[in-house]
DNA sequence: ACAAAAGTGTTCGATGTACACCCATGC
DNA sequence: GCATGGGTGTACATCGAACACTTTTGT
């Protein structure tokens, strides 16, 4: 019995038209990599690999990172752990058990990710045919950021340290995959405080130069459960299972 | 390296004088195991025990669920997966990652759960020491189901096939630790149409008999997540006795 | 009739949404 | 001035909390 450690790593790219719609709309894309032996062989899937003795679940998603894209992650959370008899093809040797995390990478930074030829970007709305049940492992990270993005300050990690409303309002509706209001999106921002004006404006604009946001790191960075780290905080509401990284225990 | 699968199991009793306030109203119990080997020996530690080659995680948790309470659980759902290096003393042989589930059994058949030497039950208000950092995971488990109730039809899991507004009403106040309108729950729980009235009444009251309410089967019976929904859905009772988990795939 | 809980109606504030409108800048 | 996106104001629907009130039973 073999325990491994994948991650679905999300990034926000602009551009790059070859969705559907408006090309200069930012969309979710993930690396994947080729997988080069059996099962599966030749086809994509969520980079990872076997628990290391000396080492932590979370350190094992961040090294599976760090090896595919060579970036640090913004975020990084577990999402689930996948263990049925059934996952692995009838010829597979060993029985696996995943434990699976989903991380964000910076956007700007993202741009200089690794690409050859065994790992790939894909839009997260145009995947290929994935080895084992990844797509669905893929589906439910998506299911599980978009709900996250909604009560969560996780949208920043996909930015650099100072922003534009209009920029993290873009990364909102490429979560979630629609249009807001502008200026209601303002006030919802405004209304917590999680987001501080350095005195600065954007320049080089055509048109009346917005200002630049940093996060404030004052305020609980993101609600990662009532584990994240030693302080627990009293999550407003989870839309669903959450959480990253409680401490441990064994049994 | 082993893995293990530990389960945290809620049940509601009523009665019970032990905790601070109003002894009729019910709370929050769980069944504890205690250790009788090192480490953390004799202290009181979640049930689990290593998982079998031949068993999947979900089936692996609700034997250890059979094997403390010898009930079948009405709700099972994957919580965590735990392993940090640190979660067992240095004396410890091997590594464990322990990947934790939580259940809810009914409320009437707990009243005849097994109670032994080594198996106790505890009010979630008022647990002893417990081994390694079990005290953290139940405070974790005990987050997400109070979370969950707000949001996902599982309040019932608690309760029989029938069952009056008040009483669904209690389980919602114990597990949320606070009173509720009994005007306003009404009406939040109708609107959503995941009960159904049966024509019957209960009968023996002192007062205006209350009607008798039914789940509602055709509606999905919880929120699991998007994965719960695309997979097979069981066809058993009332359907709220499947687990969280996402089928699977190896990687 | 009375007590007790079932069940209904109404008001109020918070919040989300739609949308009209003004502001500041480069051209 | 004009276009463009930044930024403000406001009206409206929805939802949950609070609470007064009516209904129905057993005793």
Redesign the interface.
Known sequence: ?V??V?TVIFALRSGEAESDHDPARPGLWLPLVRRIRPPFEGQW??P?GP?R??????AAAARTLQATTALEPSYLE?L?????????PAS?SE?????VYWALVDSEEATRAAETENVHWFSADDLPDL????D??I??AL??LRNKVEYARIAHAFLGDTFTLAQLREVHEAILGRTLDPANFRRQIEAGNTIVPTGKRVTGTSYRPPKLYRYNQAIEPVDR???GSSA?RR?S???????A???????
């Open positions: 019995m325990i491994a994948s899937a969520l990872g628990l003795r000396d080492e932590d679940l979370e577990q689930y752990a996948f263990g049925t008899l059934d996952r692995a597979a029985r696996v058990v995943s434990i080895a084992f049940d990844h669905v492992i589906e439910y299911w599980r459960g009532p584990l627990r999550p509401s989870d839309g669903a299972e959450a959480s990284g409680p401490p441990d225990s064994a049994g």
